[in-house]
């Protein structure tokens, strides 16, 4: 029985297989990592207007978002209204994803923060 070439059977057909987990596992790293790093700066940039102008929150804001280069912001917006502080994001996916027939190639995140009753 002639096995010499075994080993390079079995890379042929695992590879593909390994290469997929891989990119699973590192896209789902990177998209957890995108939702809670945004969610905790929108979060800040929330509660940041409790105790500062709107203008200099939003350039924390900014700035904590430029140091990780890889996530597309399109939009910040901050909204006021009498009980609340609200800041949503809006970031591009790197890929269009396909749900119930609608194409989604963006995402919203949003929080909000209440105003005391003394402000």
């Given at each position: 029985m002639n096995i010499k070439g075994q080993a390079i059977v079995e890379t042929v057909i695992i590879l593909p297989l390994i290469l997929l987990i891989t990119t699973f596992i590192i896209s789902l790293f990177f998209y957890s990592?995108?939702?809670?790093?945004?969610n905790y700066q929108i979060?800040?940039?929330a509660f940041c207007q409790l105790s500062y102008t709107q203008s200099h929150?939003?350039?924390?804001l900014e700035n904590n978002l430029r140091?990780?280069?890889?996530i597309p912001v399109n939009s910040i917006t901050f909204e006021e209204?009498?009980?609340k502080f609200m800041v949503k994001l809006k970031v591009?996916?790197?890929?269009?994803?396909?749900l119930l027939n609608t194409t989604k190639s963006s995402i919203e995140v949003s929080k909000e923060a209440q105003k005391t009753k003394w402000q």
């Open positions: 990592f995108s939702y809670f790093f945004l979060h800040e940039a929150c939003r350039k924390i140091l990780v280069a890889f209204t009498k009980l591009k996916l790197p890929i269009n994803i396909n």
